[in-house]
């Protein structure tokens, strides 16, 4: 049964507004726990100015998101369907995973949290789960459209790897890009918000209560997110939110327009890989000031509230041009 559009905007609504009645209390109860944004004394020198600056700010906001979210989208029906569990698990088993990353970083006194090994097979893995747990081989659910091509692409036995893939890749994306006040919630807001519109347009219930949910909950933490940040959302939030918005893009049939509707998280994960590759391969020779993409800029000396907006201007662009790639593939 389709879903009415005042019923999508209650569900954003209870979101946001979620957040934002939440929100205090949480930040006074992390900030009790001292719960902490901690500094990495081996992060790049010209960046510790930068980083000493946000010392002390209560982080794991991450469990407020993920958890308003959940709740709301329960209470909307998010769980009438099996997939709803599917994403919930996704939302879950990354969040789980930031969140023994965040906790590790708060008991140690070097900051160091999972090493990027476990960190990384433990998303493929909660990926490659969930892959398994949508994929039916009586329908077209292991295919993949091809974005303005009308097209469909049909990955047989590579569905289960290719779902891991796009699921750990997102949340490492996810984690990478929340490097500033208020620039992973945004972003995320975003493409959560152009998933929305997809299972909305497509009559898909599951993917439009949970995408609208997490868009809401995610501008509601904006709230107290945006420059100068009175909470971040620690690896718990980035990990669990990334997670969630690779679970969904494989549910919205959006795997490969992805590339677009999340350009951003893509961007700054490339940017990333560049650099470690031209520094091991080209005489340590980099590409950029320092990676993720967003210190290169800042590094250049555009202040961080501009840099912010721009990059969610460009993710504005890529989200409404990945969705004519989702319409039409």
């Given amino acids: 049964m389709p879903m009415s559009l005042d019923r999508v905007v209650v569900i954003l609504m209870s979101s946001v507004l979620g957040c934002v009645v939440a929100g205090p209390g949480m930040i006074r109860g992390l900030i009790g726990l001292r719960w902490r944004q901690p500094v990495r004394h081996e992060d790049c020198p010209p960046l510790m100015p930068l980083h000493q600056s946000k010392q002390g700010t209560p982080t794991m906001g991450g469990v407020l998101v993920l958890g308003v979210a959940i709740v709301v989208a329960a209470g909307f029906g998010g769980f009438a369907h099996p997939r709803g569990w599917a994403i919930v698990s996704g939302i879950l088993g990354l969040g789980v995973v930031g969140l023994i990353d965040d906790w590790l970083k708060l008991r140690s006194p070097h900051a160091n949290g999972l090493r990027c090994l476990p960190k990384l097979v433990s998303a493929l893995a909660v990926g490659g789960l969930v892959g398994f747990a949508v994929a039916d081989p009586r329908s077209a659910s292991q295919s993949v459209g091809v974005p303005w091509l009308g097209s469909r692409v049909d990955l047989g036995w590579l569905w289960v790897p290719a779902a891991a893939v796009v699921v750990a890749g997102c949340a490492h994306a996810v984690n990478l890009t929340d490097g500033m006040d208020g620039l992973a919630a945004g972003c995320l807001a ?106 290169h800029f800042q590094l250049g000396g555009i202040p961080e509230h501009k840099l912010v907006v721009r990059f969610w201007i460009v993710g504005l662009l890529l989200a409404v041009l990945g969705l004519t790639a989702v319409a039409h593939s």
Avoid at 217 to 226: D, E, H, M, S, T
Avoid at 247 to 263: E, F, S, Y
Wanted: net charge positive.
């Fill in 190 to 295: 975003l493409a959560f918000g152009t998933l929305g519109v997809v299972g909305f347009l497509t009559h898909d219930l599951p993917v439009t209560v949970w995408s609208v949910s997490l868009a809401g909950a995610c501008l509601g933490f904006l709230w107290f997110n945006a420059f100068p940040a009175s909470v971040f959302l620690g690896d718990v939030g980035s990990l669990g939110l990334g997670g969630a918005l690779g679970v969904l893009a494989i549910l919205a049939d959006a795997m490969l327009a992805l590339v677009l509707v999340g350009g951003i998280f893509v961007a700054e994960a490339a940017s990333v890989m560049l650099q470690v590759a031209s520094y091991r391969w080209r005489n340590k020779r980099r590409i950029f000031r320092v990676a993720p993409l967003h210190h």
